[in-house]
């Protein structure tokens, strides 16, 4: 499977729903999207997830569930996001099974380190930078902390963090296998649009 050029990351605080700014990702030619929500219920994200499925299914996009293991199993959801709060990895994995897609988040070179072989099928890496997005995210890697860990996996990595217009090539150069955001797309007055010239500036030589 692929994991980019862009992958989009709900946000719960947009003004439009959830289902408003996959609908517009996926018509610009998103192929994966994370239901993120980390205040929902879990019963609510499971009603979430249905919907959003809806949308991602028929585009032939992949829908990631953030955090919740059951919801991601009762959803049949194409896959998982973890962070490095969430628990023994080994352990997801061995909970979701073989067949799910299961991402990792890694915020530093000695989080590698702790990751069995075989295990994640991606790493979200960052925070690129600061983002009001996430006010507790860890210490922004920069391109340069960026590199350096993905220099040091074989694992797919998807960037994520105030990564906006105009970053893309940079990213590319760092050696990522696309990049994750939120709010450069949800907040944006034309989300698809938005969601479109992402793409276009990762293809663009
Ligand atoms: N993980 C690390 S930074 C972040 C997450 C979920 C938020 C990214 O949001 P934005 O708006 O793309 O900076
Ligand atoms: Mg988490």
């Not at 990631?64 to 490095?84: F, Y």
Request: net charge negative.
């Amino acid at each position: 499977m692929t994991f980019g050029p862009v992958y989009f990351v709900t946000d719960p605080e947009a003004p439009v729903s959830m289902p408003g700014q996959v609908r517009a990702a996926v018509a610009a030619g998103v192929r994966i999207v994370q239901l993120r929500d980390k205040h929902a219920s879990d019963a609510d994200m499971l009603v979430l997830a249905r919907a959003l499925q809806q949308i991602t299914r028929p585009a032939g996009a992949a829908l990631i569930v953030n955090d919740r293991v059951q919801v991601a199993i009762e959803a049949g959801a194409d896959g998982l996001h973890v962070g490095q709060g969430d628990g023994d990895i080994a352990a997801i994995r061995a909970r979701i099974g073989s067949d799910m897609i299961l991402g990792l988040s890694v915020e530093t070179l000695a989080q590698l380190g702790a990751i069995p072989r075989d295990c994640v099928d991606y790493l979200g890496v960052g925070p690129l930078r600061a983002t009001a997005t996430k006010p507790d995210a860890a210490q922004p890697l920069g391109i340069d902390g960026l590199a350096r860990i993905i220099a040091a996996t074989s694992l797919p990595c998807v960037a994520i963090g105030g990564i906006t217009h105009g970053d893309a090539a940079a990213i590319r150069q760092a050696g990522a296998a696309g990049i994750a955001v939120v709010s450069a797309i949800s907040r944006a007055p034309d989300m698809e649009d938005a969601a479109r010239r992402l793409i276009t500036e990762w293809s663009a030589k």
